[in-house]
């Protein structure tokens, strides 16, 4: 059964169905995005807000972007981070499995989500640099363009440290 396409606001204009315009919503259905995408310098001021920490890496598997949150939680500047290659992030921090053993680069989220894999709720822990650890939890998927080529992959992280 196909799924009725998105409602059209009479403000906006008629759906794009072009690939640049469709996301995918939470249970899979594809629907129009062109309407409500947040200018630039908006989405900046809410990546910079948000509690989740959040980091990009791009086609070369270098890290271009994190947000004021994953820097927290990772205990390191946003500048340092800036070129890191995912299978060594997030040096100097290390990440470590649940049982306190170097976490292995190819099963990091972010590696595995730049191979083309999405991962959902993965955990780990951080040994910062000043020597403190935390549990996190996180989520990695893949970023293509509107032709499907991948562009890089995004890590959103949160501390779970409470839930020990």
Known sequence: MDAA???????????????AHVATGPVGEARDVAGWL??????????????????VADAAARVVYLNASASRLYGIGTEAAMGTPADVWPAPAEKLTLEGALYPAARRPLVRALAGEVV????????????????????????????????????????ATAEL
């Open 5 to 19: 396409p998105p409602p059209h606001h009479a403000d906006r204009p008629p759906p794009d169905q072009s690939a």
């Open 38 to 55: 947040p200018a630039p310098d908006v989405l900046a001021a809410v990546l910079a807000q948000m509690a989740d920490g959040v980091v």
């Open 120 to 159: 959902r709720d993965d955990y780990w822990q951080l040994r910062r640099p000043d020597g403190s650890t935390v549990l996190a939890q996180g989520s990695a998927t893949p970023l293509h363009d509107a032709t499907g080529r991948l562009t890089g992959a995004v890590l959103t992280l949160r501390d």
